[in-house]
C-alpha cells in the first residue's frame, strides 16, 4: 500500500512539472510575440516616395563662396529654403541639411574672361537619413564691358569695341590704345568681376537623378 501510495504521487510530480514547462514555454512564445509587435509596427510607419530627375530643390548658402577666395573640392553646405512635395507629402521638409563640394573655380582674365564657381551636391538628409543626390550650380560674374568702355573714354561704340579690345583685334586695341590714353591701361591691368554667392541667399538647382526617401505612411 505504501508503495502505490509512493508511485502514485510521483506520477502526480512528473505530471505537475510537465505541466509547468508547457505553461512556460507557452509564457516565452507570447513574450517573443509581443517582443516582435514593435519591429512591425515600426516598418509600417514609413514607406517611400520618389522624386524624378528634374525635381526642383531651393537651397539657401549656409557660407559664402567666392571665384577669388574658395578651391575645388572645399566643402559647401546649405538647407532646404522650402518643402519639396509630391504625391501629396511632404518628401524633404524645409531645413533639411544639404551638403556638397566647391566642383569648379575660375578667375576672371585682366583682358578677357569673367569669374565662375561652380557647387556640387552629394547629400541631403532627411529625418536622421543621409541620402546621396546629384545636383549642380554654376554663377558666372556679370559683363563688364560697358564699364569698360566708360573707362576708356568711348561711349558711342561701346560694348563692340571692348568686344574687339577684348577678342584680340589688333586695329581695334591699337585705336583704342590711341584713343583711350590712361582709362585703357586701368581696363587692361585690372581683373573682371568675380563670381560670387553670398551666405543666405538661395539658389535654385534640380536633381540630376531620381531619389528615394522614406517618408512617414
Do not use: C, W
Not at 512539472?17 to 516598418?43: D, F, N, Y
Not at 510607419?45 to 571665384?67: C, I, K, N, Q
Not at 573655380?105 to 556640387?120: A, D, H, N, T, W
Request: hydrophobic share 45%; proline share 3%; glycine share 14%.
Amino acid at each position: 500500500m505504501t508503495r502505490l501510495l509512493t508511485r502514485s504521487s510521483l506520477i502526480l510530480a512528473a505530471v505537475g512539472l510537465l505541466g509547468a514547462s508547457v505553461a512556460v514555454i507557452g509564457s516565452s512564445a507570447t513574450v517573443a510575440k509581443l517582443g516582435a509587435a514593435p519591429a512591425s509596427a515600426a516598418q509600417q510607419r514609413y514607406r517611400e516616395v520618389t522624386l524624378p530627375a528634374g525635381t526642383r530643390l531651393s537651397l539657401r548658402m549656409g557660407s559664402s563662396y567666392s571665384s577669388a577666395s574658395s578651391r575645388v573640392e572645399q566643402g559647401v553646405t546649405a538647407s532646404l529654403a522650402s518643402n519639396v512635395r509630391a504625391n501629396g507629402v511632404t518628401v524633404i521638409p524645409a531645413g533639411s541639411h544639404v551638403s556638397g563640394v566647391v566642383s569648379a573655380v575660375e578667375r576672371p582674365g585682366r583682358v578677357k574672361g569673367r569669374g565662375v564657381i561652380g557647387l556640387s551636391f552629394r547629400n541631403v538628409t532627411v529625418d536622421g537619413e543621409r541620402y546621396p543626390i546629384t545636383a549642380g550650380y554654376t554663377r558666372v560674374a556679370a559683363a563688364t564691358k560697358k564699364a569698360d568702355a566708360e573707362k576708356i573714354g568711348i561711349p558711342a561704340a561701346g560694348g563692340a569695341v571692348v568686344g574687339a579690345i577684348l577678342g584680340g583685334k589688333k586695329g581695334a586695341l591699337t585705336g583704342a590704345l590711341v584713343g583711350g590714353g590712361a582709362g585703357t591701361a586701368v581696363v587692361l591691368s585690372t581683373r573682371g568681376k568675380d563670381a560670387y554667392i553670398g551666405s543666405g541667399s538661395v539658389i535654385a538647382v534640380t536633381l540630376r537623378r531620381a531619389l528615394t526617401v522614406r517618408v512617414p505612411a
